[in-house]
């Protein structure tokens, strides 16, 4: 689906836009425009001015020092990007009202709106766009790096107009900056003290920090300064974190949440109560993060065996409370990157998994420790059972609290999700390359930069670019360990006070959410 963009742009510009569709028809028939709670938007007078949101606290407030995938919902509330993702995952226009690559692919120039200006007082322009970009590539803890690793160098050509200059043809590039990556940072905030950005954020996006008490919560007020603040339909916006299952309907009962990001074990217990509940079919996967540099992990016919030794249908049934469906890729279906020839990749089968096992050198098994995020994860205890019936002897072990295991690297086997990033490009990087963030042992496959190269370089309305890219996924996933699972839904339960949320398959926003007063 192409999403038309109500944007007074040229004929070239319009066609530069429409190449930039993330998913097609991604997930549309699990997606609705509106939740059933939306209607007329009242008077300011009749709204209430407080929205209260139990989601997650971002590690950091600092996007370019983010290590954590889902830190960008949270980010996004102060934070605004070059351009935007649209509820279904197009690239619209967010700081940049529109954007235009150069003909032979290898730059492209964003022209911002006039007039913007960060939370702080500084103006958003060109050269404020070339500060933030430029620290993403440069900072020494910058996670967003590999992601721009494509970006020659920058140029500020006027006051609203910024070109980024690309080592090859990359026509993922608006897609790319519609996350953290693209996320503009104030250089006065950045330059004046770049380590307070972990607890106070600077941007230009719809809300503006003004507390911000680590576990616990953040406080922030509307940003009039914001270029579409008058979409943004509450005064004060309360971040809190999501509310354990004991206490989800409670939290809802008393107005301690307005909106609460629940778990598949709460769905029933909210609904029970009476509160509405969204669900989504959003781009998450659970997946097992395997470092192939360490025994016995880097013989590929081992992490076949741990895949083909789960029984992912009845960790959906038994686990995850009949929610989400198999899978053995990190795209869900109906995503232009999801390629059909990797379903059922590794059968689930305890002798096929033996059989491997023994192949592989370890005819009496082998013992390996699972890590956990959290003790009481049913889907890793069902694994471990799973498991241990296939000869792969498994013990299971709680993360440290506060260890990020994508920078220490200290469980070579770890159960996690994967939050697929706003390009599909960019996912597979973070997952597979050398240098991805989530790429535990470092390596990657041989093939994969070429066959990533040749995806970047079909525009997206391309009829090649499907295949291209669906051929990259494949190179990746049965070349690398990562053992995938299944797909999430994300479950939102709500006051029925709240009206006009929308089902976001990746980056919650929250222009036109209102609370009744």
Known sequence: MIRTVNNPLNAAVVASVATLVLAGCASQASISDVSSSGGAV???????????????????????????????SALTLVYEGLTEESANGEALPGLAQSWTYAKDGRSVTFHLRPGLTFSDGTQLDAAAVKASLERGKTEKDSTVAPQLADVESITADSTTDVTLHLTQVDYQIPLLLSGKTGQIVSPTAAAQDVAKLATQAVGAGPFILKTYVPGSQATLVKNPKFWNADKILVTNFILKPAPDPSVAVAGLQSNQFNIASLTASQVSGVKAAGFPVESTDALPVRVIDVNNTVKPFDNPKVTQAISTAIDRQALIKTANFGYGEPTWQLFPKSYVAYNPELDNLYPYSVEKAKQLLAEAGYPNGIDVQLALGTADDPVGELIQQQLNAAGIHTTLTVETPGTNNYITRKYPFALDQFNARQSPVQALQVLFGAQGLMNLGKTTPAELPGAVAKASGYALTD??????????????????????????????????????????????RFEGVWVDK
Request: without cysteine.
């Open 42 to 72: 009242p008077a300011a007078d009749q709204r209430g001015d407080t929205l209260t949101w139990g989601w997650a606290l971002p590690s950091t407030w600092d996007p370019v020092t983010s290590a954590i995938g889902n830190d960008v």
């Open 463 to 508: 009829p090649a670019y499907p295949a291209a890219i669906q051929a990259a996924t494949k190179t990746a996933v049965t070349n690398m360990p990562n053992v995938f699972l299944f797909t999430v839904t994300r479950f939102v339960g709500h006051s029925p006070k709240v009206h006009g949320l929308q089902h976001w398959v990746d980056i919650q």
